[in-house]
C-alpha cells in the first residue's frame, strides 16, 4: 500500500463544503488503495484575523503569545476535517504539530524543524487509520508551541512526508499548479509540467507565494519530490524535483513579482574598511531582511550603499541607522524611497545562455518602464520598479521570453 500525504491550504478547507470536500478526497485517495495523511492549513483568513485581534490588544504582542494564538487555527480545522471523514465512515484522527512530533528550534513565529519522532502517527497510521495533521506549528525541545513562518503547513507536510518516507507528496491548493507567473497576475501565464528545486525555491522567495520558500529548501534537502495541484479537480500538476540535464533548454522558467518593497540609500560614507561591516551589522541587529545590497563609490570619493526591505521595516531600519551613521561618519546621509517593487526572473538556463539581462532591460524600456535597482544570482536577474507598474513590467517580461508557448 502507497503512503500518500496531502497538503490542503486555507482555501480548500476555507468552508465547511471544502472541508466535506476535502474529506471526500482524501475518502477516494483511501478507497484507491492508499494510506492518507493529510495536512491542513487554518481555514482561510482565519490566522489573519487571529493577527488582527491581537494587534487590537498590543501593538507590540509577544511572540511567544502569538505562537499560542496561531497555532488555535490550524486546530481547528484538523478536528473538522477529521469529523467530516468519520461522517463518510473513515476511521480517522487529527493530530497536533507536538503529537506529530514535530521538534523546532529559532525563534517564536518563525519556527525551524529540528528533528521529527513519527512514531505516534505510525503506529495510528499502522492502525488503519487516516490522519489529519495540523500545519505550520512544532513544539521546542523544553515544549513551547512554535509557528513555522506564514504559510508554514506547507513545510510541515513535506516534513512529515520525509521522516515517514510516503510514496507520494500532493501540494493540494486553488490553482493546478505551479504557472510561469501568479496566474491572477498575467493571463496567459502557463502551467508548467516540472520545475527544478532550484528555480521553485528562488521562485518562491521573490514573491511566488504558492509554496513557502523554506518548504523548498527543506524538500531539496531531503530529497522530497512534490506535486502542486488542485484540491477542487484532477487535472495533473507541477513536479517539483532535482534538475535534470533536459531542463538547461529553457532559459526563463517563471517571473516573480513581489511588492511593498522599500530602499534606503546612504551616502557620504568615508571610503575605509569595516564600514559596510558596521552598517549592515546595525540592520542585522534590529532583526531587518534586506534583500538587494548595491554599494559603489561616488564621484565625491565617498561610498554609497543602498539596500532594499519590505516596507513595513523602514522605520525600523531608519531608528537603528541613526545611532550607527552619527558615530561613523557625520558625512553621511539617509535616503529612503517606499512605493517599489521587485521583479524577479528566475531559470537554471541562464547559466548557459547570454543575452538574458537584455532582453529583460529591453523589455522594461519598450514599456516605458524605468529600472531602480538591479541584482542577479547564477539563475536570477531581479529588478526594481515603481510599484504602481509591476503588474505592466511583469506581462511584458512574459512576452519578452515568450513564456506562454510551449518550449520547443
Ligand atoms: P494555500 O492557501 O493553498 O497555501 P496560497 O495562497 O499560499 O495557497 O498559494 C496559492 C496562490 O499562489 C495562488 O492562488 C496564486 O495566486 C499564487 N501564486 C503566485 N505565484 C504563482 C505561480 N507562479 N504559480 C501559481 N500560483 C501562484
Ligand atoms: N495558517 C498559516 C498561514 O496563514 C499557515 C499556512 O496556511 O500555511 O500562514
Ligand atoms: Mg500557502
Known amino acids: 500500500m502507497a503512503l500518500i500525504v496531502q497538503k490542503y491550504g486555507g482555501t480548500s478547507v476555507g468552508t465547511i463544503d471544502r472541508i466535506r470536500n476535502v474529506a471526500a478526497r482524501m475518502k477516494r485517495t483511501r478507497d484507491e488503495g492508499n494510506q492518507v495523511l493529510a495536512v491542513v492549513s487554518a481555514m482561510s483568513g482565519v490566522t489573519d484575523n487571529l ?10 504582542p509577544s511572540e511567544r503569545e502569538l505562537d499560542v494564538l496561531l497555532a488555535t487555527g490550524e486546530q481547528q480545522s484538523i478536528a473538522l476535517v477529521s469529523m467530516a471523514l468519520q461522517e463518510l465512515g473513515v476511521d480517522s484522527a487529527s493530530i497536533t504539530g507536538r503529537q506529530a512530533g514535530i521538534m523546532t528550534t529559532g525563534s517564536h513565529t518563525r519556527g525551524r524543524i529540528l528533528n521529527m519522532d513519527p512514531t505516534l ?17 512544532g513544539v521546542t525541545p523544553d515544549g513551547m508551541i512554535h509557528t513555522l513562518g506564514r504559510g508554514g503547513s506547507d513545510l510541515t507536510a ?3 512526508a520525509a521522516a515517514l518516507k510516503a510514496d507520494v507528496c500532493q501540494i493540494l491548493t486553488d490553482v493546478d499548479g505551479v504557472y510561469t507567473c501568479d496566474p491572477r497576475i498575467v493571463k496567459n501565464a502557463r502551467k508548467l509540467p516540472e520545475i527544478s528545486y532550484d528555480e521553485m525555491l528562488e521562485m518562491a522567495s521573490s514573491g511566488s507565494k504558492v509554496m513557502q520558500s523554506r518548504s523548498v529548501e527543506f524538500a531539496k534537502k531531503f530529497g522530497v519530490v ?10 495533473p500538476g507541477t513536479l517539483v524535483l532535482e534538475e ?9 522558467r517563471g517571473v516573480s513579482i513581489e511588492r511593498s518593497q522599500a530602499r534606503v540609500t546612504i551616502t557620504g560614507i568615508p571610503d575605509e574598511p569595516g564600514m559596510s561591516g558596521r552598517i549592515l551589522g546595525a540592520l542585522g541587529d534590529a532583526e531587518i531582511n534586506l534583500d538587494m545590497i548595491v554599494s559603489n563609490i561616488a564621484h565625491d570619493g565617498f561610498a554609497r550603499h543602498s539596500f532594499t526591505m519590505h516596507s513595513s521595516d523602514l522605520g525600523k531600519a531608519q531608528a537603528a541607522l541613526k545611532p550607527v551613521l ?5 558625512t553621511a546621509k539617509i535616503e529612503t524611497e517606499a512605493g517599489i517593487a521587485k521583479l524577479s526572473a528566475v531559470g537554471i538556463g541562464m547559466r548557459s545562455h547570454s543575452g538574458v539581462a537584455a532582453t529583460m532591460f529591453k523589455a522594461l524600456g519598450d514599456a516605458d518602464i ?9 539563475i536570477k536577474i531581479a529588478v526594481t520598479v515603481e510599484e504602481p507598474r ?12 515568450g513564456l506562454d508557448k510551449v518550449p520547443a
Do not use: C, W
Open 51 to 60: 493577527i488582527k485581534m491581537a494587534k487590537e490588544i498590543s501593538e507590540n
Open 121 to 137: 502517527m505510525q503506529r495510528f497510521l499502522d492502525e488503519g487509520k487516516s490522519l489529519v495533521v495540523a500545519g505550520f506549528q
Open 158 to 160: 513535506i516534513a512529515v
Open 226 to 235: 512534490f506535486e502542486v495541484r488542485s484540491s477542487l479537480n484532477d487535472n
Open 244 to 252: 535534470h540535464p533536459n531542463m538547461e533548454n529553457v532559459v526563463i
Open 326 to 330: 552619527a558615530d561613523l561618519a557625520p
Open 370 to 378: 524605468n529600472i531602480g535597482m538591479i541584482s542577479t544570482s547564477e
Open 390 to 401: 509591476i503588474e505592466d513590467a511583469a506581462r511584458a517580461v512574459h512576452d519578452a521570453f
